[in-house]
């Protein structure tokens, strides 16, 4: 499919006066989109580029903008075939402590040279840049709001591959023939109170104060079938049958 007209799922966006920043899913190949745009007031788009980040990349890379701060000027070079022709991506982001507007980020393309094993790198200047200035504030926001997302994707996915071990050990489980005793009844539950409100970032912060780990954690998401409240009032309460 098309890079230029695939529709995925948008995790942030921010929006300045003269460009917007997407951040996407494309977690199915282990990385997430940027898409950025530049725009004249009244007059429209000027430039397009993206650029796809590994996971890998952008967990500590957010990490640093969770904070507010870059640890250090972040630049990664990608590039494809068009029809043939190498194109280079470049991805770059710094922080400029002067100005109002900190960190910077910029995504360009232009012509590219094959090196090596089938990198591509620049080959003379872009053709295409547009740059993004956040806030230090902005920058926050973005980051947290896609760790949060990468957070709960990466439980879901947890979840389901327990789910998949589970029915395979039932259904080896149903081919076994044996007797059992008659079950007695089982007692009545005691009331609970309702769950806390709650979401991914608060239970995961609970679960990590509580010294436990994301197996721990994802056990107990599990058993709350997703529930993020009942997740949190489970852990609370010691029932989440975490070791």
Not at 87 to 97: A, C, E, N
Not at 171 to 196: C, H, K, N, Q, V
């Amino acid at each position: 499919m098309n890079e230029h007209t695939e529709t995925r799922t948008r995790i942030h966006t921010v929006i300045t006066r003269s460009a917007i920043l997407h951040v996407e899913d494309a977690l199915e190949i282990g990385k997430l989109r940027l898409f950025a745009l530049s725009y004249e007031k009244g007059k429209g788009a000027k430039a397009t580029a993206y650029h796809f980040l590994d996971v890998a990349d952008a967990r500590p890379l957010l990490a640093d903008l969770a904070t507010g701060k870059l640890a250090e000027p972040y630049t990664e070079y990608k590039g494809s075939r068009n029809g043939g022709e190498p194109v280079s991506r470049v991805l770059s982001i710094k922080d400029k402590p002067d100005q109002k507007s900190a960190i910077i980020v910029e995504l360009s393309r232009g012509p590219g040279e094959v090196i090596g094993a089938g990198a591509v790198k620049p080959k003379g200047k872009p053709t295409t840049s547009v740059s993004i200035f956040l806030s230090r504030w902005e920058a926050r926001k973005l980051a947290l709001a896609v760790l949060e997302y990468l957070t709960a994707y990466a439980v879901m996915r947890a979840i389901g591959l327990a789910d998949q071990q589970a029915t395979a050990q039932e259904d080896g489980e149903s081919e076994r023939t044996f007797t059992t005793a008659e079950p007695e009844p089982e007692p009545e539950p005691e009331p609970t109170e309702p769950p806390p409100p709650a979401d991914a970032t608060t239970f995961w912060r609970a679960v990590y104060a509580a010294g436990l780990g994301q197996v721990d954690g994802t056990a107990i998401v599990r058993q709350a079938a997703g529930d993020w409240g009942k997740a949190l009032a489970m852990l609370l309460q010691g029932n989440g049958g975490a070791r």
